[in-house]
């Protein structure tokens, strides 16, 4: 079969979506997705390139490629259930290497399902190797009364720039080169949610979480979405952490969501263990792989969250 992987453009949005969610549908049993939007929100953020698979002219699969600084990943990796099989997942993986080497990323992954190993053996094939489960929680909002906490939504913050490039100093701390500043403008360019800050001063938040909100975003009708979160790390970085939860637990009430969604990866165990005592549950285990076979910024002591979904 000739496959052709080229840019996806605005037009081939919608096929895009449709394929994701019956591709995801079909190996799951069950929609995944309902009404969030990751196809077209990703499509429009910078940091993001997204890749088309073709054959005949007709759109069969895509590849959404997301850098974050130094740190890279992709997906979701979708191709239409009837031409599984026939190598055109290999060369979406390949396309996507690509522009890793072209943006220099140093480190590189993918979130797959942790009960398969048809995806773990394809992208093993790649140098991506499984290191600890990942772990998507949630909370319900309702009858948590979030303790007092000193935060600001970056949205009402009078110097945006200067608030994301203090975001992008405190994730360097934590692993030279990770700057999410394209999430941060994304969230806010597309009005998908907003960005809580934690702290005294917007200019050197001790910590900050972007957060989608709602349906045609990441995070669907009746849930906040903490697609990224970050506490500076040091003394007091556990004590931030718990009250970056309680803040983000307040934006959600606000906003009127019914649940708190979030990823964290086992390995950074002081931030996991927070989370269950806290009260969130897991609801769906994944597994993230990493090339090199590093553990990056998955540490115990290292307060963030995200899932690379």
Same mark, same amino acid.
């Given at each position: 079969?000739?496959?052709?992987?080229?840019?996806?453009?605005?037009?081939?949005?919608?096929?895009?979506? !449709?394929?994701? !969610?019956?591709?995801?549908?079909?190996?799951?049993?069950?929609? $995944?997705? *309902?009404?969030?939007?990751?196809?077209?929100?990703?499509?429009? +953020?910078?940091?993001? =390139?997204?890749?088309?698979?073709?054959?005949?002219?007709?759109? %069969?699969?895509?590849?959404?490629?997301?850098?974050?600084?130094?740190?890279?990943?992709?997906?979701?990796?979708? %191709?239409? @259930?009837? $031409?599984?099989? #026939?190598?055109?997942?290999?060369?979406?993986?390949?396309?996507?290497?690509?522009?890793? *080497?072209?943006?220099? +990323?140093?480190?590189?992954?993918?979130?797959?399902?942790?009960? #398969?190993?048809?995806?773990?053996?394809?992208?093993?094939?790649?140098?991506?190797?499984?290191?600890?489960?990942?772990?998507?929680?949630?909370?319900?909002?309702?009858?948590?009364?979030?303790?007092?906490?000193?935060?600001? /939504?970056?949205? &009402?913050?009078?110097?945006?720039?200067?608030?994301?490039?203090?975001?992008?100093?405190?994730?360097?701390?934590?692993?030279?080169?990770?700057? =999410?500043?394209?999430?941060?403008?994304?969230? $806010?360019?597309?009005?998908?949610?907003?960005?809580?800050?934690?702290?005294?001063?917007?200019?050197? @938040?001790?910590?900050?979480? %972007?957060?989608?909100? *709602?349906?045609?975003?990441?995070?669907? #009708?009746?849930?906040?979405?903490?697609?990224?979160?970050? =506490?500076?790390?040091?003394?007091?970085?556990?004590?931030?952490?718990?009250?970056?939860?309680? +803040?983000?637990?307040?934006?959600?009430?606000?906003?009127?969501?019914?649940?708190?969604?979030?990823?964290?990866?086992?390995?950074?165990?002081?931030?996991?263990?927070?989370? =269950? &005592? #806290?009260?969130?549950?897991?609801?769906?285990?994944?597994?993230?792989?990493?090339?090199?076979? &590093?553990?990056?910024?998955?540490?115990?002591?290292?307060?963030?969250?995200?899932?690379? /979904?």
């Amino acid at each position: 079969m000739n496959i052709d992987v080229r840019p996806l453009p605005a037009t081939d949005l919608d096929a895009a979506d !449709r394929i994701v !969610r019956d591709a995801f549908g079909t190996f799951l049993g069950t929609d $995944l997705f *309902g009404d969030t939007d990751l196809v077209r929100t990703r499509f429009r +953020a910078d940091q993001v =390139v997204a890749l088309g698979a073709y054959t005949g002219g007709e759109l %069969v699969g895509s590849n959404l490629v997301t850098r974050w600084g130094s740190v890279a990943y992709f997906g979701p990796l979708s %191709v239409t @259930p009837w $031409l599984w099989g #026939s190598g055109i997942g290999t060369q979406l993986i390949e396309a996507a290497l690509s522009v890793f *080497g072209a943006w220099g +990323a140093t480190h590189q992954g993918v979130f797959t399902f942790a009960h #398969s190993p048809r995806h773990h053996g394809l992208y093993q094939k790649f140098g991506f190797w499984p290191r600890f489960l990942t772990a998507i929680m949630s909370r319900t909002v309702a009858g948590v009364p979030p303790r007092p906490a000193r935060w600001n /939504r970056l949205s &009402e913050v009078g110097d945006r720039v200067a608030a994301a490039a203090a975001c992008a100093e405190l994730t360097g701390a934590i692993l030279p080169g990770l700057d =999410v500043h394209g999430e941060i403008d994304a969230v $806010l360019d597309q009005k998908l949610g907003d960005v809580v800050l934690l702290g005294a001063c917007s200019a050197a @938040p001790d910590a900050f979480a %972007v957060c989608h909100a *709602g349906a045609g975003t990441e995070a669907g #009708s009746g849930v906040c979405y903490v697609k990224f979160a970050a =506490v500076r790390p040091g003394p007091g970085a556990g004590r931030h952490f718990a009250a970056l939860i309680d +803040a983000c637990t307040a934006y959600a009430a606000g906003f009127g969501a019914q649940r708190l969604v979030l990823g964290v990866n086992t390995a950074r165990h002081e931030a996991y263990r927070h989370l =269950v &005592e #806290s009260g969130f549950r897991t609801d769906v285990p994944g597994v993230t792989m990493h090339r090199p076979n &590093e553990p990056g910024y998955d540490r115990g002591d290292v307060y963030l969250i995200d899932d690379w /979904r």
